[in-house]
C-alpha cells in the first residue's frame, strides 16, 4: 500500500486487539461449559452428548476471534483516517502518534486499507455464519450477517463523515453493544443456537469494561477533544464526573462476575472454589481506581488505559482456563 509495513502495523494498534477478543473468549467460555453439561450430569453416556461439539466449537472460536481482529483492525484504520482528516490527531494530543498525523501514511492509502478491511472482515463474518449454522437456519443466518454489517458500519462510523457518532458522545453505547452482548451472546449462539438469560451478566462485565477503556481514553483526550468539537461523554459531563462514572463501570462490572459464576455453581455442584478464581483479574483495578480518583492530569490517564485492557483480556483467559479445567475434572 505504499507505506513502510512498520507503518501499517503501528495503525493497526496491535496493543487494542486483546481487549477485543475478550467479549469472544467469554462466550466460548460459557458455551464449552454449558455445552458440556449434558456430559457431565450423564457420566459420559454418549446418548446424552454430541461427541463432535468441542470441535465444532473450536472451528466457530477461531472462525470468531479472526473476525473479531479484522472489525477492530478496521476501527482502527478508519479512526486514523477520520481523526486525522478532521485535525483531531494534532500536535496537542496525547498518546502514540497515529499514522496520516504522523504522515507515513496518507489519506488516501487509509481509505483504501478501510475498504480492503471491511470487505476481509465481511467474507470472514460471512465464513463464521456459514460454518454455525449453515442455510438451515435462514432467517437466523441472515440476523446475523445483518450483525456483521452493523459492526463494519459501526467500525467506519465511529470517526468517519460529518455525522461520525463518536463526535457525540455515542462512542459508549457502540462500544458496549459490540464488546459486550453481540461478543458474548452472540459466538454462544452461534456455537450452541440457544438464548441464555444469564447471558446478559458476563456481557456486562465485559461491555463495562470496554467502556471503561474508551472512558480513560476520552478522559485523557479531553482538552484536545473540546478544542476540535469532538464531543465525548467525559467533554459533556466533565473530568470530575467522568471519574465517578468510571468506577461506577467497574464496579457493576465486578458485582455482574460474581451473580454469574454463582449461577455457574449452582448448575454444578462439585465445582469448587475454582470457579471464583477469574475475580483476581479485578485485584489490578483496585490500585487503578485510586490513581484515577486522586489524578487530574489527563496526560497520566495513559499509562492506565493498558491496565483496564490488560485485565479485561486476563479476566477471559481465566474463565476460560477455569471452566475448561472443571469440566474435564
Request: one cysteine or more; charged letters at 10%.
Amino acid at each position: 500500500m505504499g507505506a513502510p509495513l512498520k507503518a501499517w502495523i503501528s495503525a493497526a494498534r496491535l496493543r487494542t486487539l486483546p481487549l477485543s477478543i475478550s467479549g469472544i473468549l467469554m462466550g466460548i467460555s460459557c458455551a464449552y461449559f454449558m455445552g458440556n453439561i449434558p456430559k457431565i450430569q450423564s457420566g459420559l453416556n454418549p446418548a446424552y452428548f454430541d461427541p463432535y461439539f468441542e470441535i465444532r466449537l473450536w472451528k466457530i472460536a477461531a472462525l470468531g476471534l479472526i473476525t473479531t481482529l479484522l472489525f477492530q483492525i478496521l476501527s482502527n484504520f478508519a479512526n486514523d483516517y477520520g481523526d486525522g482528516t478532521k485535525g483531531t490527531d494534532n500536535d496537542k494530543r496525547i498518546g502514540p502518534i497515529r499514522a496520516i498525523q504522523s504522515g507515513l501514511i496518507r489519506p488516501s492509502q487509509m481509505k483504501r486499507a478501510v475498504i480492503i478491511t471491511s470487505i476481509l472482515s465481511f467474507i470472514s463474518a460471512v465464513a463464521l455464519i456459514s460454518v454455525s449454522l449453515g442455510f438451515k437456519q435462514l432467517l437466523i443466518a441472515l440476523f446475523f450477517l445483518v450483525l456483521g454489517v452493523a459492526a463494519i458500519w459501526a467500525a467506519i462510523k465511529y470517526t468517519v463523515g460529518d455525522d461520525a457518532y463518536g463526535y457525540s458522545g455515542l462512542g459508549d453505547l457502540f462500544v458496549f453493544i459490540f464488546f459486550g452482548p453481540v461478543s458474548v451472546m452472540g459466538i454462544y449462539y452461534l456455537v450452541l443456537q440457544q438464548f441464555n438469560i444469564f447471558l446478559i451478566l458476563p456481557s456486562l462485565t465485559i461491555g463495562l469494561l470496554s467502556v471503561a477503556v474508551l472512558n480513560l481514553n476520552n478522559m485523557r483526550d479531553i482538552e484536545n477533544d473540546q478544542v476540535s468539537g469532538k464531543n465525548t461523554v467525559v467533554v459533556k459531563i466533565g473530568l470530575a464526573k467522568a471519574k465517578v462514572f468510571h468506577l461506577s463501570l467497574i464496579a457493576v462490572a465486578f458485582v455482574s462476575l460474581i451473580y454469574y459464576l454463582l449461577h455457574l455453581k449452582s448448575l454444578y455442584s462439585e465445582s469448587t472454589i475454582l470457579i471464583f478464581f477469574p475475580l483476581v483479574a479485578f485485584t489490578p483495578l483496585i490500585a487503578h481506581c485510586i490513581k484515577v480518583l486522586k489524578n487530574d492530569v489527563p496526560a497520566l490517564f495513559d499509562p492506565e488505559l493498558k491496565k483496564v485492557a490488560l485485565s479485561t483480556f486476563l479476566l477471559s483467559l481465566i474463565t476460560l482456563i477455569v471452566l475448561i479445567s472443571i469440566t474435564i475434572n
